[in-house]
C-alpha cells in the first residue's frame, strides 16, 4: 500500500457553490457524534453567511477540529455552509473515497493520534498541521470500496436494531400513558405524594487524582447513554479511592440515580435505575442518588414518571452554563401514587419488553464490536 500524509490526497479546500444553492447552515449540534449523520440543516438569508462560516459541497468531508465536537465526521448529502469549527477536506477520489475517508477518521488509530495533538486549554481544538501530516496506508480503490461496504453493512445493521429498540421505547411510553396519564398534568386523579416523602438523595463523591489503595466501580454521567436500566456494573469504569466509601455512596438495587449537573441541559435530571447486587459501587459528583424508602410506589413505575417529558421539564436547571439538579428541585416533584396492583402490573409489561430489548442489544453490541474489531484491522 502507498503511504501518503493527509494534506497529499485530502487537502483542505472548500466548495464551490453556485448561486442557486440555498443557504444551508450546518451546526454541529445537528450531528450525531457517532454516525455522522446530519439531522437537519437551517435555512438562513446570504448575509448570516460570512467570515466565520465555510462553503462545503458534495465532493468534501468536514471534519470537526473543536471540542466537544471533536471527530465529528460529515460525509455532506448537499451543498452548504457549516460554522467555522469544520474543516472542508477534498479527497481526490483517484486515490482514496470519500466514504473511506470518512471511516479513517473515525477510527480508534486515528482518534487516539488526533486527542493527543490538541491545544487549548478551556475549548481544545486539533492542530491543523497534525492534521495534514497524519499518515495514511492507502490501499487500492477496489479495496476502499470493498472494505466501506462491509462498514456500511454493519452499521446498517445496527442502525435498525436502534430503531427497534426505539420503538421498544416507545411502546413502553404508550402504555405508561394509557395506564396513569401524563404524571404532570395527573389527567387521572391519582393522590400524589412529593418525591421526597418516600425517599431520600445523596449527592455523588468529590475524587481527587492523588487517592489511592482502594479500586470502586463508579458510576458517572457518561455512562447514562441511552439506558433506563444498569444492572452489570461491574463494567462501568473505576476510579482509586483512599479507603471504601461509607454506605451512603454505595449504590443498591432499585437505587435511581439522576444526571446532577452538567454544561448539556438536556442530559440534567437524565435519570437510570442501578441494580449492582453484589458488586460495590459508588457514583460521582455530577449525578445525585435517589433511594425510595416506603413501597408508596415501585422503581418500574417511578423510574417512568421521572422520565416523562413533562416531569424532566420541571428538573431542568437555570444556570447560564452548567446546569444543575438539586434536592431542593427533586422536592417540588408532586408523584402521581396509583393503585400497587397497577404498579406491578405495567412493571411486568416493562420486564416483557426489556427481555426483548435486551435481545436485540446484546446483537447491535456485537454488531458495534465487530464495527470496532474491522477499523483496527483496515486502519490500524
Not at 447552515?25 to 457517532?34: A, H, R, T
Not at 477540529?65 to 460525509?75: D, M
Not at 486527542?115 to 487500492?140: F, Q
Not at 397497577?342 to 453490541?365: G, L
Request: include cysteine; glycine fraction near 6%; aromatic fraction near 8%.
Amino acid at each position: 500500500m502507498a503511504v501518503y500524509k493527509l494534506n497529499e490526497i485530502a487537502p483542505i479546500q472548500q466548495g464551490t457553490l453556485s448561486e442557486n444553492d440555498k443557504y444551508w447552515l450546518l451546526n454541529l449540534d445537528m450531528v450525531e457524534s457517532n454516525s455522522g449523520k446530519v439531522l437537519g440543516y437551517n435555512y438562513v438569508s446570504s448575509d448570516q453567511i460570512g467570515a466565520s462560516t465555510i462553503a462545503f459541497d458534495t465532493n468534501n468531508v468536514l471534519y470537526s477540529k473543536l471540542r466537544p465536537y471533536l471527530n465529528k465526521v460529515v460525509l455532506p448529502t448537499q451543498n452548504g455552509y457549516a460554522t467555522s469549527e469544520m474543516v472542508p477536506l477534498r479527497p481526490n477520489t483517484n486515490i482514496i473515497t470519500r466514504e473511506y475517508l470518512t471511516y479513517l477518521l473515525r477510527s480508534p488509530l486515528f482518534v487516539t493520534y488526533i486527542n493527543s495533538k490538541t491545544s487549548g486549554a478551556k475549548m481544545p481544538r486539533a492542530k491543523l498541521d497534525a492534521l495534514k501530516n497524519y499518515e495514511i496506508d492507502c490501499p487500492p480503490i477496489v479495496d476502499q470500496v470493498a472494505r466501506t461496504t462491509r462498514l456500511d453493512e454493519i452499521v446498517t445493521a445496527a442502525e435498525i436494531c436502534r430503531e427497534q429498540i426505539e420503538k421498544y421505547d416507545l411502546l413502553i411510553k404508550a402504555r405508561f400513558v394509557e395506564m396513569f396519564g401524563d404524571p404532570v398534568s395527573n389527567e387521572k386523579g391519582w393522590v400524589t405524594r412529593p418525591l421526597l416523602s418516600m425517599g431520600s438523595c445523596k449527592n455523588g463523591m468529590n475524587f481527587h487524582y492523588d487517592d489511592s489503595g482502594v479500586e470502586i466501580n463508579c458510576l458517572g454521567v457518561g455512562d447514562f447513554k441511552d439506558y433506563s436500566i444498569i444492572d452489570d456494573t461491574a463494567t462501568l469504569p473505576t476510579v482509586s479511592l483512599n479507603e471504601m466509601p461509607s454506605s451512603e455512596y454505595l449504590l443498591r438495587d432499585d437505587d435511581i440515580v439522576f444526571v446532577r449537573s452538567n454544561g448539556n441541559k438536556k442530559m440534567v435530571g437524565r435519570s437510570v435505575a442501578v441494580y449492582p447486587g453484589t458488586v460495590p459501587t459508588t457514583f460521582s459528583g455530577f449525578c445525585i442518588r435517589y433511594r425510595r424508602e416506603d413501597d408508596s410506589v415501585i422503581t418500574p413505575y417511578l423510574l417512568r414518571v421521572l422520565k416523562a417529558e413533562s416531569m424532566r421539564q420541571k428538573m431542568y436547571g437555570r444556570g447560564a452554563n452548567i446546569q444543575n439538579l438539586n434536592q431542593q428541585t427533586l422536592s417540588s416533584l408532586d408523584i402521581p401514587v396509583p393503585p400497587s396492583v397497577m404498579q406491578e402490573q405495567f412493571a411486568i409489561f416493562v420486564a416483557q419488553v426489556d427481555k426483548s430489548k435486551a435481545v436485540v442489544q446484546s446483537i447491535m453490541d456485537k454488531l458495534n464490536t465487530l464495527q470496532v474489531s474491522l477499523m483496527q484491522e483496515y486502519f490500524g
